[in-house]
């Protein structure tokens, strides 16, 4: 069965620091992958999605970047963080037949808080 | 522009109770929808997926509907328990995109 991993769980960050999450998926090849944020009270925001190694779609402009370093490692990274970057991240991933046209499968999230 | 909105965005019933959440969308050029559930602090897990070309799908105590032509689609939800205590989203695949709702908060007191 395929399950999908997300770390850390929480992260307090000083505004100005670097960030890197991680998400890894097993039990599945050559996933499409996405990165989402989830401000409270708002619904989910796509920020990067990726149909495999090395190629990163990022959807809203911003400080963060995305890197797909192997087939089911994806990295959500900033050089900089910002107040408003404090969030839910969620990591997902859909069967790649197509983009965005199956169900997404989605991990456990990070709590970000940049302070 | 898709825009999807879920009212209301909060919902407090007693158990036992049938409800409905409502979800609804600006653009009918949908691919299919979703509905997902969020335990606090917590993913997402996909509940339903309905076709654009589909009008329901059910699993166990849910059922969700979908009417493209009023851009409209509802999560009921039978007997409802303590357990279905969550935030339920729904998603809306268009343009090759999810376009989110911000969520109904639904609170289920025994």
């Known amino acids: 069965s395929q399950t999908i991993h997300q770390w850390p769980a929480t992260l307090v960050q000083p505004v100005g620091s670097p960030l890197s999450l991680e998400c890894t998926v097993e039990g599945t090849s050559n996933p499409n992958l996405y990165w989402y944020r989830q401000a409270a009270g708002r619904g989910l925001q796509l920020l990067f999605y990726?149909?495999?190694?090395?190629?990163i779609s990022s959807e809203v402009p911003q400080n963060l970047s995305a890197s797909r370093p192997q087939d089911r490692q994806f990295i959500l990274s900033s050089k900089k963080l910002l107040l408003s970057d404090s969030g839910f991240y969620l990591c997902?991933?859909?069967?790649?037949?197509?983009?965005?046209?199956?169900?997404?499968?989605f991990g456990p999230g990070t709590r970000l808080t940049v302070l | 522009k898709q825009e999807v909105t879920q009212i209301p965005a909060a919902l407090s019933v007693p158990e036992g109770e049938n409800l409905v959440l409502n979800c609804s969308f600006t653009?009918?050029?949908?691919?299919?929808l979703q509905w997902f559930r969020q335990d606090p602090g917590k993913g997402l897990t996909s509940l339903l997926l309905?076709?654009?070309s589909q009008r329901e799908q059910t699993s166990g105590r849910l059922n969700a509907s979908l009417d493209k032509s009023s851009g409209r689609s509802t999560l009921y939800i039978a007997a409802s328990q303590p357990g279905d205590s969550a935030t339920y989203l729904c998603?809306?695949?268009?343009?090759?995109?999810?376009?989110w709702g911000a969520g109904t908060k639904l609170i289920i007191k025994p």
């Open positions: 309905i076709q654009s």
């Open positions: 998603a809306v695949n268009s343009n090759y995109q999810l376009i």
């Open positions: 997902a991933w859909s069967v790649s037949r197509q983009r965005i046209t199956d169900t997404q499968y």
């Open positions: 990726s149909v495999g190694i090395g190629q």
């Open positions: 653009d009918s050029a949908i691919y299919n």
